[in-house]
């Protein structure tokens, strides 16, 4: 019996270097080991519950994600890893070509040539997130470029046939 409350003590005594301080305050009543870790199977199963229902809901907007009309590269990407990150916090892991896949799957329609494009020419399976935005950008800034000279061309046209005025 002594030699069970002494492996009993031990046990406790690993359980309380373990446990946060903040949590160790609500288990500090419970007079064995077994007492100890049902209480805290009680606590944090609840909590396995909650991280499941929330990455159901992320997997769901990560899901639905998608490019918005006007909206840049840049910020299409830190939508679609935000979420991704959010998964990951909540135990869902993630490979880089699955969250690469899904970043040129839905594109606005103006990209459709840079996707094929970027597609045809590298391996989805080893292409970075990193190499992926910055293609997307580089492609992004060169459209960009040619809106503003198309502009500038049709204000220099009006100019000359007195459409300006």
């Known amino acids: 019996m002594e030699e069970q409350q002494l492996k009993d003590l031990k046990i406790k005594n690993y359980l309380y270097q373990a446990i946060d301080r903040e949590i160790l305050d609500t288990i500090l009543n419970d007079e064995t080991s077994k007492d100890i870790w049902e209480s805290m199977k009680q606590k944090f199963q ?3 519950r909650v991280k ?8 769901k907007e990560f899901e639905t994600l998608q490019m918005k009309e006007g909206e840049s590269v840049n910020s299409y990407f830190g939508r679609t890893l935000k979420i991704a990150k959010s998964m990951k916090v909540v135990g ?4 880089e070509s699955v969250i ?3 970043i040129l799957r839905f594109m606005t329609t103006k990209f459709n040539y840079v996707v094929c494009s970027i597609e045809e020419s590298n391996n989805m399976n080893t292409m970075t997130i990193d190499e992926l935005q ?3 950008l580089v492609h992004e800034q060169r459209m960009t470029c ?3 000279e198309e ?3 049709q204000t220099i046209f009006d100019e000359k046939n007195g459409r300006g005025r």
Do not use: N
């Not at 499941?52 to 997997?59: S, V």
């Not at 869902?92 to 490979?95: F, I, R």
């Open 100 to 102: 690469t896949a899904k």
């Open 151 to 153: 502009q500038v061309m």
């Open 134 to 136: 910055s293609s997307l």
């Open 52 to 59: 499941r229902a929330q990455l159901q809901a992320l997997r």
């Open 92 to 95: 869902e892991c993630m490979e």
């Open 146 to 148: 040619l809106v503003e």
């Open 46 to 48: 609840g909590s396995t």
